[in-house]
């Protein structure tokens, strides 16, 4: 017996599934990287000269690097289908400054106390998210709220530098050296920061496809009851993925105390916004399950082309927030009419 | 048609028929009911009662045929509209907010103002009024709604469509969650709307209540009407055969089917408060229907057997020995799998495409350590689409994209991919045309044959007639009884299910 039969009645053409359109379509395939040719385009416009300068593409890709790493764990959140983790800032900060004030054991240590003292706090979130089930929005708010405290009264609302802490110490050379060093290509070199965040998109693209977990992780994102019932460990998934999320947080905090030579608390401020609307713009979607780290990369280079466009041409500071918080919503809308138009039916 | 005030025709569909992709749910229905006349509507589930009442609540906009109220054609395209035209509708889930109180749930959306200010006093005179009217007089309108009882709220929720004086009510299973006593005093209240001219729609899978309460009865089936009578014409018997009807002998072959040795047995599993004391066995090759109304208990049971909830007392034992599962991954390494009741909620992930979908259960039997590379499990993907006839045959689309019937296609696939043991069905085939219905059928008699034993929860009843072996019987939480094979006949299970006929024992 065929399938169709039932396909031939008239009255039953009026609610075929709809197929995706052509709109929604094209924005997918090609995604953010249409919008890093136009930045291209704008940018040469703009500043001849300048744009495309060997120097210029350093400064932006310095600037890409930090977003770059907060965005590859954003998108490991947002892929989950758990929204944002909020309490990035916080993560930033706070392993910053336990790398700073542990510099005096050496650098190897310092760095790795405070990278494994912001997975763990990561690992916090995972749990309350994963296992109790908390909002991962609201949770990740009040958390990062109650770690600025806590970072506040450990270091008494001050920053904190290495030099004071270990002075004339090889370590805190190293720890400067850290964010300032750079592979040369014949004449263009490209900084450690830039090398650790493209390597951070290279592994987090293959954990995303290539590994058991993330391909779980897919699953869960995209439901996380069928994942449940399909005997997937949504639990475990979950913490693990607030705890790669804050690692890779860990990593941006003490390359970040790196460039600014000290430790404050405030150091991570605006890096949980600016990550997600890489991410989102980079082509996953709050609903989980859909988009990948090449497309985080590409939203990154868009916000660090947008920034490095607007200071060429003279935009203020002020003005540059007004810009990428319209972008944002934008953003924000045009995703959400195209995953109604791809999504529930 | 007579014209005086009772008896005056209250609503009129003429010919309406509705459809979803695949599946003509309504097909050129004829209804109708008088005012102060209770009229049942019953029929097996997907017989089409519920898409014909939701039709009548203006959820659809694309219906054909005609709908006249109280004598004047109307288009019924918005629930608003149908409001407006005096349909109230009262569903088996309660609509009411619980924190809030009764006066504040009956009077939502026309609560009396005073200037800017909610007029206090008339929001109780009102509700007051309201709740008289079922027979609530003594209930104080500034009570919460989760203050109250279950039989209570109900009565809320009939007051609540009240307020909007409606000429037509339709109750759509208002009984599943009363006792016996709750039932008469909500059959006193219904008798009292009649004595108000009001036109009821009973939609019911007891048969006794609507023998009880009906004036006409109007039975369904596949989308048709099968005939309208007047209930006290009509017996219980004849009623129950006009439900079931077709042959089955047409559509299903002969089974023959090969039981070997004792798989699976369960032994005095309880879940306090949803099932109790339920045991059973499954032999190799055996398919065991598990036969019970919806909120017997049936879900409840197997989300304990594959631990995806807890249970309280009992034991379970896989080839003999004793196996707890404290998750789904246990259940499924054992060979235990569980094939959900809704395919969009804990089936599918809907937006994933086919391949992931068939692949989702068991990624870690095709990862290579931490490393899993989703392409290896194309050939299986593509055996699964082959054998199930998934339609069409494109691994890489997306499952929202399939139809209804294939994607529970896709979802039977995913489940053979884990090659279990023991399958645990739950409503295989619920909305889905009859050709995805034939091929899964085909797939589940295949796997018995292959010495996998499979336990069938189901409200179809031709499917427990043509595909199992036996049948036990759970109504409220309780297994009732069993029927062998040679007493699987739908009008018997049917009234099983009802807790009635030879094979019930308590």
């Known amino acids: 017996m065929s399938e169709t039969n039932f396909d031939s009645n008239p009255a039953c053409t009026v609610h075929r599934v709809r197929e995706t359109s052509k709109f929604a379509q094209w924005i997918n395939r090609l995604g953010v990287y249409v919008v890093v040719a136009a930045l291209l385009i704008i940018g040469m416009a703009v500043a001849p000269t300048k744009f495309l300068s060997l120097e210029n593409i350093r400064n932006t890709l310095q600037s890409v690097s930090l977003m770059g790493m907060v965005a590859v764990g954003m998108s490991f959140v947002v892929y989950s289908a758990n929204f944002a983790d909020l309490s990035a800032p916080m993560i930033i900060a706070f392993s910053g400054m336990i790398t700073i004030s542990s510099i005096r054991m050496g650098f190897v240590p310092a760095f790795v106390i405070g990278v494994l003292s912001g997975t763990l706090l990561g690992a916090i979130s995972g749990f309350v998210i994963g296992k109790l089930r908390a909002h991962p929005v609201i949770w990740t708010m009040a958390y990062n709220f109650v770690l600025s405290g806590i970072v506040r009264w450990i270091y008494m609302g001050s920053q904190i530098y290495p030099d004071v802490i270990a002075p004339d110490s090889a370590a805190v050379d190293t720890f400067y050296n850290l964010s300032r060093a750079s592979i040369p290509i014949g004449d263009f070199s490209l900084s450690w920061m830039t090398v650790v965040m493209l390597a951070m998109i290279v592994l987090g693209q293959l954990i995303l496809k290539r590994t058991k977990f993330g391909n779980q992780l897919k699953v869960v994102g995209s439901n996380y009851e069928a994942a449940r019932l399909s005997g997937i460990n949504v639990t475990g998934v979950i913490i693990t993925v607030f705890m790669i999320a804050a690692f890779c947080f860990a990593v941006t905090g003490v390359f970040f105390a790196s460039i600014s030579k000290m430790g404050a608390y405030y150091n991570g401020e605006g890096y949980d916004f600016r990550a997600v609307t890489a991410v989102l713009l980079g082509g996953m979607t709050l609903m989980g399950g859909k988009g990948d780290m090449i497309g985080t990369f590409g939203g990154a280079l868009v916000m660090g082309m947008l920034t490095n466009i607007m200071n060429l041409i003279g935009v203020s500071t002020f003005e540059q927030y007004m810009v990428l918080g319209v972008a944002f919503l934008i953003i924000v809308w045009i995703t959400t009419i195209s995953d109604r138009k791809l999504g529930k039916s | ?506």
């Not at chain 2, 589930?45 to 519920?50: D, E, F, T």
């Not at chain 2, 659809?60 to 509209?81: C, M, S, W």
């Not at chain 2, 809907?350 to 290896?376: C, Q, W």
């Not at chain 2, 094979?485 to 019930?504: D, F, Q, W």
Request: net charge negative; charged share 25%.
């Open chain 2, 1 to 506: 048609m007579s014209e005086q005030g009772a008896g005056r025709e209250m609503l009129k569909m003429h010919n309406v028929s509705k459809c979803f992709p695949g599946t003509l749910a309504v097909d050129c229905v004829d209804f109708d009911v008088r005012a102060g006349e209770v009229h049942a509507l019953v029929g097996e589930n997907g017989a089409g009662k519920s898409t014909l009442m939701k039709l009548l609540a203006g959820s659809f906009n694309d219906y054909t045929g005609t709908v006249r109220i109280d004598g004047q054609e109307v288009k019924l395209h918005t629930p608003a509209q149908s409001k407006a035209h005096g349909v109230g509708m009262i569903y088996q889930e309660l609509s009411l907010a619980r924190p809030i109180t009764i006066a504040e749930n009956l009077l939502v959306g026309k609560l009396p103002v005073r200037g800017l200010f909610i007029n206090d006093r008339e929001v109780k005179r009102q509700a007051r009024e309201l709740l008289s009217r079922v027979g609530l007089d003594k209930l104080d309108p500034s009570l919460p709604v989760s203050a109250i009882s279950q039989c209570e709220a109900q009565l809320v929720e009939i007051a609540k469509s009240l307020g909007d004086n409606p000429k037509i009510l339709v109750m759509d299973e208002p009984t599943s969650a009363l006792s016996s006593e709750e039932v008469h005093r909500l059959f006193a209240i219904i008798r009292q709307l009649k004595a108000q001219g009001i036109a009821v729609i009973y939609i019911s899978h007891h048969l006794q209540e609507v023998f009880e309460i009906s004036d006409r009865v109007t039975i369904m089936r596949d989308g048709r009407r099968q005939g309208t009578y007047q209930t006290d014409r009509i017996t219980k018997a004849e009623m129950t055969h006009l439900m079931v009807g077709r042959s089955v002998d047409e559509f299903y072959a002969q089974r023959i089917s090969a039981i070997g040795d004792e798989l699976f047995r369960v032994e005095g599993l309880s879940r306090w408060g949803f099932f109790h004391d339920v045991s059973f066995s499954v032999s190799a090759g055996e398919t065991l229907a598990v036969c019970g109304l919806a909120g017997s208990g049936r879900t409840e049971l197997a989300r304990a057997i594959v631990g995806v909830d807890r249970y309280d007392e009992g034991r379970i034992l896989l080839q003999g020995e004793e196996v707890r599962f404290a998750n789904m991954f246990q259940a499924i390494q054992s060979g235990v799998v569980y094939l959900t009741e809704s395919r969009s909620v804990d089936g599918l992930a809907i937006r994933l495409t086919a391949a992931e979908n068939i692949m989702s259960a068991h990624i870690p039997d095709h990862a290579k350590g931490i490393f899993y590379k989703a392409a290896d499990g194309n050939r299986d993907v593509q055996e699964l689409i082959e054998a199930l006839n998934i339609y069409p045959a494109a691994a890489q689309r997306q499952a929202l994209n399939f139809s209804g019937g294939n994607q529970q296609k896709i979802l039977m696939a995913k489940w053979l991919a884990t090659n279990p043991k023991v399958l645990i069905l739950d409503e295989p085939t619920r909305g889905v045309d009859i050709g995805a219905k034939e091929i899964i059928h085909k797939a589940i008699d295949r796997l018995a044959k292959q010495g996998t034993a499979i336990i069938l929860i189901t409200s179809d009843l031709p499917e427990i007639v043509g595909l199992s072996d036996r049948a036990v019987i759970l109504r409220n939480g309780h297994v009732i009884g069993e029927i062998p094979r040679n007493g699987i006949l739908e009008t018997e299970l049917l009234m099983a299910a009802n807790g009635e006929g030879e094979y019930v024992h308590v």
